[in-house]
């Protein structure tokens, strides 16, 4: 089993940033995909960004190309999204998940998720 806890949302003008954390616990080392979702109210949940535990390759949405980035620190077992020029579109629940096989973007296929932070971008 994997736990996974997310941390840094909250209130942000639009054209500012935010950096949010997703720490994982438990069978980590057997992690193959860790991603970024997000679900805006009334919506259905769409794929932000995913990164390989153990490798170099990142996926990212096209609507948000250019403005977040995923990273991972294996070290800490966490993963970032750093998200920049934020826009109150991007306004919603985001979660991470995790994934111990491959699953192609955009595919939710994933195997743990955590319990979701809300980013809020005011106008």
């Known amino acids: 089993q994997v736990q996974l806890v997310e941390s840094g949302g909250g209130l942000v003008q639009a054209g500012g940033s935010l950096r949010l954390s997703c720490a994982a616990s438990?069978?980590?080392?057997?992690?193959?995909?860790m991603g970024w979702f997000r679900q805006a109210p009334g919506m259905e949940r769409e794929f932000v960004s995913a990164i390989q535990w153990k490798g170099v390759s990142t996926f990212t949405a096209d609507s948000v190309k250019g403005r977040f980035t995923i990273s991972r620190d294996g070290a800490k077992n966490t993963v970032y999204l750093q998200m920049n020029s934020l826009k109150p579109e991007d306004t919603a629940v985001y979660y991470c998940?995790?994934?111990?096989?491959?699953?192609?973007?955009?595919?939710?296929?994933?195997?743990?998720w955590g319990q979701g932070t809300q980013v809020t971008v005011s106008s």
């Open positions: 438990g069978r980590a080392s057997n992690l193959y995909l």
């Open positions: 998940a995790a994934a111990n096989t491959l699953t192609r973007p955009p595919n939710q296929n994933y195997d743990y």
